[in-house]
């Protein structure tokens, strides 16, 4: 019973294409984030969505759109996909009341070819 | 200045030793510090909290040093099914973690 998962696991396409990334939680967790690591490995955060208000990195382009439905789901789009995107992205959840940690997703791995 | 700042290693040590890694942090308002650890192509998982008096979690140390601004992990007796990436993580206020790069630990038979 997976508590975050995310679809799909292994992306592979074109530049200049429109991706999508999903991510669900059944944790309860009131926080969900979206981090993405590069080839050297460092785990960079890209967005936090916290009860309808959303934190934006600001050195994401604005080609990154995460949406969000609902508390359990936070979904990240990509337009015009380049070269650099290619990186694992993870999804994560916590709960906001407590800097535990974070439960992470098993990762998506985008190859923008 | 990274804001969190690790050895990337690797560190490659025998089965038995004891092993110790170190991260720095920029931040002098950060609030609460984990240990995470990442094996290859798998997500990272919390592998325990840092206190400032310490702590310890069977064959894992944690120290943390606010003064200097450092965190350390001590391994003793290494296992096979240590190696894996081990990651400093620090959580400033806003409720996200800030990552370092990671310190690889290979333990070899």
């Known amino acids: 019973d997976t508590a975050v998962s995310q679809t799909p696991k292994y992306l592979v396409t074109q530049m200049g294409n429109d991706k999508s990334i999903k991510c669900e939680q059944n944790l309860g967790h009131d926080t969900m984030y979206w981090y993405k690591q590069d080839s050297k490995k460092f785990l960079k955060i890209m967005f936090s969505y916290n009860n309808k208000e959303l934190i934006i990195n600001e050195t994401v382009p604005n080609r990154f759109s995460p949406k969000s439905p609902d508390k359990a789901h936070l979904n990240l789009h990509i337009n015009s996909l380049e070269l650099g995107d290619s990186a694992v992205y993870f999804c994560?959840?916590?709960?906001?009341?407590?800097?535990?940690?974070?439960?992470f997703g098993s990762g998506t791995r985008l190859t923008v070819v | 200045r990274k804001e969190v700042e690790q050895d990337p290693g690797p560190f490659n040590v025998p089965e038995g030793a004891t092993v110790a890694f170190n991260c720095t942090y920029s931040n002098s308002a950060s609030q609460s510090f984990f240990w995470y650890r990442q094996d290859c192509r798998k997500e990272p998982k919390l592998l325990m909290s840092?206190?400032?008096s310490g702590n310890e979690d069977g064959r894992f140390t944690a120290q943390l040093n606010r003064a200097s601004q450092y965190i350390s992990l001590l391994i003793r007796d290494s296992k096979l099914s240590d190696s894996a990436t081990y990651l400093c993580v620090v959580y400033n206020a806003g409720n996200m973690l800030t990552f370092g790069g990671g310190t690889r630990l290979m333990v070899k038979p």
């Open positions: 840092v206190y400032s």
């Open positions: 994560a959840s916590s709960q906001d009341t407590t800097p535990r940690g974070y439960t």
